[in-house]
């Protein structure tokens, strides 16, 4: 017996890294998943990828292009999905972006762009799929944040910052869609090995290393087996949670 059987998944940012690896690991036990990405024709054959991986797993598998930070297109995706897949019982919003800068020197756009992204991103798909999960009295909400957004970062103001809403996003959250029977937390990664990770330099991935308490950097697996966990029926009493996952990084 699979962990998710009979579940329909909804995964934003699900052709890379962090979001790849919860679209699968969902799918292995057991969920029909739809996941989106940015597109732009950039990761076209990473998305084929992903969904080819789940059908081969006997699920099925919506990819589907839509950028996180437009409201309506939210709403549309969220549509799209129930029509296709016949249902949504979990949303994990994944999408994120930086544009590292000190504040001196951050752009508008780059302040703009992080927050459209990452926080706005959260509320837009919250907020289509709150009348789903209210009308259906259950639902699993999981936002992705960072250890940046409770600690800070030197050069990410923008980043922490969105982070940071996110965990009030997901609080408030809670206390609204919690007489609903929606559970709603948050996973704070800290370095996980992927694309956003890879482009920093060699001398800040040194740096983080030496924080880590564990000597090393985790993997998107580690983030998407603790996403299974929270949103299987082993963890339905936990809600408005902020779980570290970072090898002891921020102690
Ligand atoms: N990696 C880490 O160390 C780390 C640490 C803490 C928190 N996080 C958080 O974990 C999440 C995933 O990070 P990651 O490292 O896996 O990132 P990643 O490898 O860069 O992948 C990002 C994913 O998000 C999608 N995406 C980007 N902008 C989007 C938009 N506007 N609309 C829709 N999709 C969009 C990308 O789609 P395309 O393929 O089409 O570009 C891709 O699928 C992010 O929220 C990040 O902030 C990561």
């Known amino acids: 017996m699979t962990l998710l059987e009979k579940r329909i998944a909804l995964v934003t940012g699900g052709s890379l890294g962090i979001g790849k690896a919860t679209v699968l690991a969902l799918a292995s036990e057991g969920a029909d998943v739809a996941f989106t990405y940015l597109g732009f024709r950039k990761h ?43 249902g949504l019982h979990i949303l994990v919003n994944n999408a994120g972006i930086t544009r590292d800068g000190v504040v001196w020197k951050m752009e508008e756009e780059e302040w703009d762009t992080v927050i459209d992204v990452n926080l706005k991103g959260c509320f837009n798909y919250i907020r289509a799929v709150s009348p789903v999960f209210r009308q259906q009295k259950h639902g699993n909400i999981i936002n992705i944040a960072s250890i940046n ?30 007489r609903y029977n929606v559970n709603v937390n948050v996973i704070a ?11 920093l330099t060699d001398e800040v991935k040194q740096q983080a290393r030496s924080e880590i308490v564990l000597g090393r950097f985790g993997k998107p697996e580690d983030v998407a087996g603790l996403i299974v966990y929270l949103v299987s029926e082993k963890a339905q009493f936990i809600t408005g949670e902020v779980i570290k996952i970072d090898g002891g990084q921020y102690i």
Do not use: W
């Open 149 to 178: 957004g409770m600690r800070g970062k030197f050069g990410q103001a923008n980043y922490a910052a969105s982070k940071a809403g996110v965990i009030g996003l997901t609080k408030t959250i809670a206390k609204e869609l919690g």
């Open 44 to 86: 076209q054959a990473e998305a084929n990828e992903v969904v080819g991986s789940v059908k081969g797993l006997g699920r099925r598998c919506l990819a589907i292009e839509s950028d996180v930070s437009g409201f309506k297109e939210a709403e549309d995706v969220v549509r799209h999905v129930m029509a296709e897949l016949g």
């Open 189 to 199: 990664p800290g370095m996980i090995e992927t694309d956003m990770t890879e482009q």
